[in-house]
């Protein structure tokens, strides 16, 4: 039970952060965003659970930002191509890939990652008295 009420208080703290981060730059989010955020939140965490905690913390960022824009993608493909509700559109932007990512967003997800990595590490920590974070750069 203690798993659960963890996980998903870690899902309400990622889809709530992500909504968030949107309303204050784009001025909108959609419900599909919360899901997004949230499992992505959740993946970055599980990267020092999974992973030993000896890979440099630059690693994590970059393995993070692989899941969140693999995730972009896929969460993309079914709301904006199969179901057509137009979530969002990277068309206009150069390299992009059937308009669901691109390599700006790439970029732009690597400081979201180094914080919710972060975040995610000291939340465990703070409240379920999980390992104390500690990070080798490189």
Same mark, same amino acid.
């Given at each position: ?13 990622? %889809? ?47 393995? %993070? ?10 969460? %993309? ?6 179901? %057509? ?54």
């Amino acid at each position: 039970m203690k798993q659960i009420f963890k996980y998903l208080f870690l899902w309400l703290v990622g %889809g709530t952060s992500y909504i968030i981060i949107e309303l204050s730059f784009r001025g909108s989010s959609h419900w599909t965003m919360f899901i997004l955020g949230s499992f992505c939140f959740i993946a970055l965490g599980l990267i020092n659970k999974l992973i030993l905690w000896e890979m440099p913390l630059y690693k994590q960022i970059l393995l %993070g930002d692989i899941i969140v824009t693999s995730l972009e993608f896929i969460t %993309g493909y079914i709301v904006n191509i199969q179901f %057509g509700w137009g979530v969002w559109d990277y068309s206009h932007l150069s390299g992009n890939i059937m308009g669901q990512i691109c390599p700006l967003f790439c970029v732009l997800w690597l400081p979201l990652c180094l914080t919710g990595i972060v975040l995610d590490d000291w939340l465990r920590y703070w409240i379920f008295n999980e390992e104390r974070p500690h990070y080798t750069l490189f």
